[in-house]
C-alpha cells in the first residue's frame, strides 16, 4: 500500500545514481582487485593468473617501500600539521566572526584550497628554489647557510608536507568554523560564570566537543595525503627543465609500474595495498575518536 | 584599564595575528602574479626581487598566443561546470531518498557509497580508463566526466541535511494531500535544499577544475588538455622560462579565485546548514 | 513537464558532451613526439606534402618524453583512433611490435629502408625485428663533449680532455669557487638528478669509456655487467666529484641550461644542444670534441599505426618525405638532432656551425651503444638510477671502494632478478 509506493519510488528513483556508481566506482574496484592476482604487461592479450606473487614481490621491492614511507611520512605530517593549525585558526576567527575582516579571513584561509593544484606547487617551487628562491634568500639574510630544499631526501619531503597542508588547512578551519557555530552557547557561558577563561574553555571544552569534526578531518586530511600525487609531480619532479630529487609516492610509483614498466597486475597489487591501508586507518581514526565527546 | 578595553585590545591583537597569517598564506600566490611579470632574466637574479623591477606584458602574451591556454581554460570550465550538475543532480535525488526512505535495501546502498568514498580514485582509475576507450570517449569531456559524475560526500551531505532539516511531518502533509513523491521531491524537498546544493555546487566545480591525475591519461591530445594538465606539460620542456610558466599559471589562478571569492558566501551557508554533527 | 525539462537538459547536455570532443578526420594525420623542438621539422615536411596531399592535415603533438611514452603506451594497447605516426625509439617500439600492437611496413618503405644507400646497417637494425621492417629510421641521439673554451683558457688548459684522467684533471682545474670554497660554476656537470632512466644512461656513458658496459649480451640473453672494475671506476668518478673534490653538487644548476649560463664549464650531452644554444645564447664561445673511447646512439624511428588506409598511406609517404635531403639538412641546421640517413651532404651546416664536427666526423675504432631492446629495460635504468642517485649523496663512499663495489653488486642483483622475471637473464 503506501508503504510499498514509497518502496518502489525510492527505488527507481535511486536506480541511475546507483547503476552510475556501479560502472564507474564498483566495477573497475572490483576489476582492480582482480587485476592484482594477475601479470599483465598492458599489451599482450593474455593475462595469468599469479596468485599473491604480486604482493610478495611488492613487500621485498625497496622503492615500493620507499614510496610507502614517503607517502605515509606525508600524509600523517600533513594531518599532524593541519589539525591543530586549522583548529586554533578556526577558534581566533570564530572569536572574531563580528569583525568586518571575518569575511576576508574566510576567503583567503581557503583560497589555497581552490586554487588549481600545478600553478600552486609552482609557486611553491620557486619558493623552495635552493638557487633562487626567496626562502633561501630570507634564511641567508638572516645570517643562516642555504639549503637545498628540494634536492635533500628528508627536505624536500618536508616540502611537500608543506604545499599539502597549506592546501588542506581552508578546508579544515572551514569545517571547524561551521563545527564553532554549532556548540551550545549555555555551556560555555557556564563555564565563564565559573571563572574560566578563554583558553581554558577551549581547551577543555571545545576540544572535546569538536571530536566529531576532527574526526572528519583527520579522515579527510590523512586520505588525500594518502593520494597525493600532483604535488609530488610538480614540486618534486625531476624533469630535466626543472630539476629536483623526485619523491617517490604511491600514486606515482603505481602509475610508474603501469605506464613505463608495463606491469598493470603489479600496479593494481599496490593499489589494493593503498586501498588496505586507508580503510585501516579510517576504521583505527573512527574507534579513536568517535567512541567518547560525540552526540 | 577596564573589561571591555581589554577585550577590544586582545581583539585587536587577534585581528593582527589573523592579518599576518592570512597574508602570509596568500604570499605564494602573490609572488606567483609577480613573477609573471619578469623578465625572463629578471627571474635568475640573486637575491631574488619580489616585485618586478622592469615589468613587462612580454610573458602573458606568449602565453595567450603561443599555447592554446584559452581552450584549454574552456576544457576546463566545461568539464567542471557539467561534472558539477550531474554531481547535484545525483546527489540531491540519492541524498533526499537514502535520508527519508530508510528501507533496508536503501540502507545496503548508502553503505556501498559510503564505503567506495574512503577508496582514492587512483586506486581504480586504470580500469576505468579501459572502460572509457571502450566506450570511445578518449580525449573527450564525456570521458573525463566519467571519473566525476557522482560524488560520495555529496550525498552524505544531502542526507545529513535532508534528516535535519526536513521535518517528516511535512512530507507526510503533502502526501496526504494527495500529492505525488516526484513532485513532494521538486517542489517541497528541493527548495529546502538550496543552502546545501549551492555549497555542494561550488565543491564539485573546484574538485572537478583541480582535477589531475585523471586528466593526465584520459587527454592526450594537446587541445583537449585541461588546465592543469597542459601547465604541467610546460615544464617537461628542457630547459624551462620560469617567468612564463609562473605568468600561464597566474592567467588560470585568477578566474577561480574570483569565482571562489564571489561563491564563498553560498559555501560556507551551505556548509554550516548541513549540520556537521553526526 | 518534469519529462520536458529532463529531455531538454539531455540534449543540451550531448551538445555540450560533443563540443568537447576533439577527433580528426578521415585525411588527418597525427604525430606524436617526444622532443617539443622537432615541431618546426614537422611542419615543413607537412607542408612539402601539400602538393601530393592538398586534403592532409597534419597534426603535431610532441609533449615531454615521459609523458609521450604514457600516452604511447595507452593508445597502442586500446588502439588508436586516427593515423598516427610514432616517434619511437627502437628498443621501446621493439615491446609493442612483439605484442602485435606495431604492424609491418608496407613494401614500398620496407624497399626504401632496407636499400644500403639509403641507411647504414646499424640504423637499419633498429627498425626490423626478426627481419621485418617495421618503421623509418629517421635520427638519433649521441653523445660528445661540449666545452666553453673561454674557460679553458682562463684555466690556462689547452684542448679538451681526452682521457677519463684528464676529464678530472680538467673538471678540479676549471671549477669555480666562492670564499667558502663552495663552487659556484661547476667544472665538470654531471647528470645527478632528473628523470628515472637518464641518469642511468649518463652514467653509462661514462661507464663506457672506462671499457665497461650496463647490460653485457650473451647470445639472446642479458646479465648485469656493472659490478667490476670498470664500474668501481665509473662510480668513483662521480662520488670523487659529488662528495671528494666537490667540483659539482647536486644542487648547482646543471646540463644545458647551465652551460648556456657560464655555470658550468663542460658537460657531455647530444647534438640537439648546438640548436638550442644558437637561439638562446648565440655568443657562447664552445667547442666540442669526441669522447675518449665511444658514445650512447640512440636511433629513433618513425612508426605508423591506426586509421583508415588511405591515411595510413599517407603517413608513410610522411615518414619516407621526413628524409628527404633537404629537410634532414634543415633539421640538423635548426634542431640540431642528428640524422641517420646516408649519401646527404651535411658538410655545408658543419662549416657553417664547426661542433657538430665531434657528432660527425669520428675516430675509425669509435665505439658506439645503444640500450637493448629488451622489454624491462626502462624498469632496469630506472632502478639502477635510484641506487646511483642515493650513492651520490653518500659522503661516507668517498675513498671506500669496496663500500662502492657493494653498492654496485646490490644493484646489479636487482637488475639480474628483473632479468630473469622477463625470462632473459644469461646462465
Given at each position: 500500500m503506501l508503504r510499498r509506493k514509497q518502496f518502489w519510488f525510492a527505488i527507481m528513483a535511486i536506480l541511475p545514481t546507483f547503476a552510475i556508481f556501479g560502472w564507474v566506482r564498483l566495477f573497475p574496484i572490483i576489476e582492480t582487485l582482480r587485476l592484482s592476482m594477475h601479470e599483465w604487461n598492458?599489451?599482450?592479450k593474455n593475462k595469468p593468473f599469479v596468485g599473491f606473487q604480486n604482493f610478495i614481490e611488492l613487500f621485498g621491492d625497496n622503492q615500493f617501500m620507499d614510496a610507502l614511507t614517503n607517502t605515509a611520512v606525508i600524509a600523517f605530517g600533513a594531518m599532524a600539521v593541519t589539525i591543530p593549525m586549522s583548529m586554533v585558526l578556526a577558534a581566533i576567527i570564530y572569536h572574531r566572526?563580528?569583525?568586518?575582516?571575518s569575511g576576508f579571513y574566510e576567503t583567503a584561509v581557503f583560497i589555497p584550497h581552490v586554487v588549481s593544484l600545478v600553478p600552486a606547487a609552482m609557486a611553491w617551487k620557486w619558493i623552495f628554489d635552493?638557487?633562487?628562491?626567496?626562502l633561501n634568500a630570507i634564511i641567508m639574510g638572516l645570517g643562516g647557510d642555504a639549503l637545498p630544499w628540494l634536492f635533500d631526501p628528508v627536505l624536500s619531503v618536508i616540502c611537500i608536507i608543506f604545499l599539502v597542508s597549506w592546501q588542506t588547512l581552508g578546508y579544515g578551519v572551514l569545517i571547524y568554523l561551521v563545527g564553532f557555530r554549532n556548540l551550545p552557547k549555555s555551556v560555555f557561558e557556564a563555564a565563564q560564570l565559573d571563572g574560566a577563561n578563554g583558553f581554558q574553555s577551549f581547551l577543555y571544552m571545545s576540544v572535546p566537543l569538536l571530536k566529531p569534526i576532527t574526526l572528519y578531518v583527520s579522515v579527510v586530511t590523512l586520505i588525500s595525503g594518502f593520494n597525493v600525487y600532483a604535488q609530488a609531480y610538480v614540486l618534486a619532479s625531476d624533469t630535466q627543465g626543472a630539476p629536483g630529487r623526485q619523491v617517490r609516492v604511491l600514486v606515482l610509483d603505481m602509475l610508474e609500474n603501469s605506464f613505463?614498466?608495463?606491469r598493470v597486475g603489479y600496479a593494481a597489487a599496490e593499489a589494493v595495498i593503498l586501498l588496505s591501508i586507508v580503510l585501516l586507518l579510517t576504521m583505527i581514526q573512527f574507534g579513536l575518536l568517535r567512541g567518547k565527546g560525540g552526540r | 584599564m577596564s573589561a571591555t578595553d581589554r577585550a577590544r585590545r586582545t581583539n585587536f591583537l587577534l585581528d593582527v595575528t589573523l592579518f599576518v597569517i592570512c597574508i602570509l598564506l596568500l604570499t605564494p600566490l602573490i609572488l606567483l602574479i609577480a613573477n609573471g611579470f619578469k623578465t625572463p632574466q629578471e627571474m635568475l637574479?640573486?637575491?631574488?626581487?619580489?616585485?618586478?623591477?622592469?615589468?613587462?606584458l612580454e610573458n602573458f602574451h606568449k602565453v595567450f598566443t603561443e599555447t592554446p591556454l584559452l581552450r584549454w581554460m574552456l576544457n576546463s570550465f566545461l568539464f567542471a561546470i557539467l561534472s558539477t550538475v550531474a554531481i547535484v543532480a545525483t546527489s540531491a535525488l540519492a541524498g533526499y531518498i537514502i535520508g527519508k526512505f530508510p528501507f533496508r535495501t536503501i540502507n545496503i546502498i548508502f553503505i556501498l557509497f559510503l564505503a567506495t568514498?574512503?577508496?582514492?580514485?587512483?586506486?581504480?582509475?586504470i580500469p576505468l580508463y579501459f572502460q572509457v576507450k571502450a566506450l570511445g570517449l578518449l580525449n573527450s569531456v564525456g570521458g573525463l566526466l566519467v571519473g566525476y559524475l557522482v560524488m560520495s560526500f555529496g550525498i552524505f551531505l544531502i542526507r545529513q541535511n535532508v534528516i535535519a532539516s526536513i521535518p517528516d511531518e511535512l512530507l507526510e502533509a503533502a502526501r496526504i494531500d494527495g500529492a505525488g513523491e516526484l513532485w513532494i521531491f521538486w517542489y517541497v524537498v528541493l527548495p529546502l535544499l538550496r543552502g546545501p546544493l549551492a555549497a555542494l555546487a561550488v565543491l564539485a566545480f573546484f574538485q572537478a577544475w583541480t582535477a589531475f591525475a585523471w586528466p593526465i591519461i584520459v587527454m592526450t591530445r594537446k587541445k583537449s588538455f585541461t588546465i592543469e594538465v597542459g601547465l604541467a606539460n610546460?615544464?617537461?620542456?628542457?630547459?624551462?622560462d620560469l617567468s612564463l610558466l609562473s605568468a600561464a599559471s597566474a592567467a588560470v589562478m585568477v578566474p577561480s579565485v574570483l569565482a571562489f571569492v564571489l561563491l564563498r558566501r553560498n559555501f560556507v551557508e551551505g556548509i554550516a546548514a548541513s549540520g556537521m554533527k553526526e | 513537464m518534469t519529462k520536458s525539462i529532463r529531455s531538454r537538459a539531455l540534449k543540451t547536455a550531448v551538445g555540450l558532451l560533443l563540443a568537447g570532443t576533439v577527433t580528426a578526420n578521415a585525411q588527418d594525420v597525427v604525430i606524436w613526439g617526444g622532443?617539443?623542438?622537432l615541431t618546426g621539422y614537422y611542419e615543413r615536411v607537412a607542408e612539402s606534402l601539400s602538393g601530393k596531399y592538398p586534403d592532409l592535415n597534419v597534426i603535431v603533438e610532441p609533449i615531454g618524453l615521459r609523458d609521450h611514452e604514457k600516452r604511447v603506451a595507452l593508445g597502442l594497447s586500446s588502439g588508436l583512433d586516427d593515423a598516427t605516426i610514432l616517434e619511437l625509439i627502437g628498443s621501446t617500439a621493439n615491446r609493442y611490435i612483439v605484442n602485435d600492437l606495431i604492424q609491418p611496413a608496407p613494401e614500398g618503405v620496407s624497399t626504401f629502408v632496407n636499400d644500403d644507400s639509403n641507411f647504414e646497417a646499424f640504423f637499419q637494425e633498429t627498425a626490423k625485428v626478426n627481419g621485418t621492417v617495421y618503421g623509418v629510421p629517421v635520427f638519433r641521439g649521441q653523445g660528445a663533449l661540449f666545452y666553453n673554451t673561454d674557460m679553458l683558457a682562463a684555466a690556462g688548459?689547452?684542448?679538451?680532455?681526452?682521457t677519463m684522467h684528464e676529464y678530472d684533471e680538467y673538471a678540479a682545474k676549471l671549477t669555480q669557487r666562492d670564499a667558502d670554497g663552495?663552487?659556484?660554476?661547476?667544472g665538470w656537470s654531471l647528470r645527478?638528478?632528473?628523470g628515472g632512466g637518464g641518469i642511468a644512461e649518463k652514467f653509462w656513458i661514462n661507464l663506457h669509456q672506462y671499457g665497461g658496459t650496463l647490460l653485457e649480451k650473451d647470445g639472446d640473453n642479458y646479465r648485469a655487467g656493472y659490478a667490476n672494475e670498470h664500474g668501481l671506476a665509473a662510480l668513483k668518478q662521480y662520488v670523487d666529484a659529488v662528495s671528494g673534490v666537490?667540483?659539482?653538487?647536486?644542487?648547482m644548476p646543471a646540463d644545458a641550461a647551465a652551460f648556456q649560463r657560464e655555470q658550468t664549464a663542460m658537460f657531455i650531452r647530444e647534438s640537439w644542444v648546438i640548436g638550442d644554444t644558437a637561439k638562446k645564447a648565440p655568443d657562447l664561445n664552445y667547442k666540442t670534441a669526441v669522447l675518449p673511447r665511444g658514445s650512447i646512439a640512440l636511433p629513433v624511428n618513425l612508426y605508423v599505426s591506426g586509421g583508415s588506409d588511405e591515411a595510413q598511406t599517407a603517413a608513410w609517404d610522411f615518414a619516407i618525405a621526413a628524409n628527404e635531403p633537404e629537410h634532414l639538412i634543415w633539421m640538423l641546421d635548426n634542431v640540431g638532432w642528428l640524422p641517420?640517413?646516408?649519401?646527404?651532404?651535411y658538410s655545408g651546416v658543419v662549416a657553417a656551425k664547426p661542433q657538430f664536427g665531434a657528432f660527425v666526423d669520428l675516430p675509425e675504432d669509435y665505439v658506439f651503444f645503444t640500450l637493448p631492446s629488451i622489454e624491462p629495460i626502462n624498469e632496469i635504468l630506472t632502478r639502477f638510477a635510484a641506487h646511483l642517485v642515493d650513492a651520490y649523496a653518500?659522503?661516507?663512499?668517498?675513498?671506500?671502494d669496496a663500500a662502492m663495489l657493494e653498492v654496485l653488486k646490490a644493484s646489479a642483483e636487482e637488475t639480474n632478478k628483473i632479468l630473469n622475471r622477463a625470462g632473459i637473464l644469461a646462465k
Open positions: 598492458l599489451l599482450s566572526t563580528r569583525s568586518r575582516f635552493a638557487k633562487l628562491g626567496p613505463q614498466n608495463f | 637574479v640573486w637575491p631574488p626581487t619580489l616585485f618586478p623591477k622592469d615589468p613587462t568514498a574512503i577508496i582514492p580514485f587512483e586506486v581504480y582509475m610546460f615544464q617537461s620542456a628542457y630547459t624551462v | 622532443f617539443p623542438e688548459l689547452e684542448g679538451p680532455p681526452t663552495n663552487p659556484t660554476v661547476s645527478l638528478s632528473g666537490k667540483t659539482v653538487t647536486v644542487e641517420n640517413r646516408s649519401g646527404v651532404d653518500d659522503e661516507s663512499l668517498v675513498g671506500n
